[in-house]
């Protein structure tokens, strides 16, 4: 299916601020041009701290997460998973269906299948069996909303640009973020708690430097300052047309 009338993107990632750091200026760049945005965090980052119990840390990265999203009008969504249990198995894919019929995106970001953590994993996992499920008759109790489809799906760019046996990823998809590159480290800087936490372990201000360089390191690779990149999913029923490129003119 390739008509497509919803213009409504969801971002599936395990953790608070995987989607800032590996989507967040193309998630600006279509709020920019009016779309729908969708941030959806399988966990609420229980393991994210030292001194806090997961309550309390899973308080403040929600928020975090929520004020992110609300930075650039998006909304922002938590699947209440546990850090480092994420897992593709029927009351997590159920979550995932409802939270699809409630958005019903039909532009869809997800780790890469083959990532350094298993959660990231298992996050795609799940965002992609959803993409195509959650169109099925009887799979949620949500009502089907017009224009539900399976969503064009982009796997996100790994934190090293590598899999988890060393061999580089090979985009499908470039996308500039060289004028909202600010805007993205702004999101990023919501998270608190995780920046803080870094800056104390490394005296420096890793958090949004290691960004700085990855989406520099991007940019190279493509003859602009700043960039983001993706693999396009192009297997059987899932739109075949590179539809970031075509919305966002890609490199
Ligand atoms: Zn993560």
Redesign the pocket.
């Known amino acids: 299916m390739e008509t497509q009338t919803r213009r409504v993107a969801l971002a599936v990632?395990?953790?608070p601020d995987?989607a800032e750091i590996l989507c967040g200026g193309t998630l600006i760049r279509l709020r920019d041009l009016g779309w729908d945005v969708h941030i959806c965090t399988c966990t609420p980052g229980d393991c994210g701290s030292t001194t806090e119990n997961r309550w309390q840390i899973s308080s403040r990265r929600t928020t975090e997460g929520a004020t992110a999203a609300a930075r650039i009008g998006a909304t922002y969504h938590c699947l209440d998973e546990r850090d480092c249990f994420v897992c593709y198995d029927k009351t997590t894919l159920a979550k995932m269906y409802d939270l699809f019929r409630r958005v019903a995106p039909t532009l869809l970001f997800t780790h890469a299948p083959r990532d350094y953590?298993c959660?990231?994993e298992q996050a795609s996992y799940l965002a992609r069996a959803a993409a195509f499920g959650h169109g099925t008759p009887n799979v949620s109790h949500f009502p089907l909303l017009p224009g539900t489809c399976i969503p064009h799906l982009y796997y996100c760019d790994t934190i090293d640009g590598r899999d988890p046996l060393g061999a580089p990823i090979q985009p499908t998809t470039r996308i500039d973020v060289t004028d909202v590159l600010e805007r993205k480290l702004e999101m990023l800087a919501c998270h608190v708690s995780q920046r803080e936490w870094l800056q104390a372990y490394h005296g420096i201000d890793e958090y949004l430097d290691s960004v700085r360089r990855h989406t520099s390191q991007r940019g190279t690779e493509c003859n602009v300052p700043c960039a983001e990149v993706f693999v396009q999913h192009r297997g059987h029923a899932y739109p075949k047309t590179d539809l970031l490129d075509q919305l966002l003119g890609g490199l």
Do not use: I, L, V
């Open positions: 990632m395990a953790h995987d953590m959660d990231h």
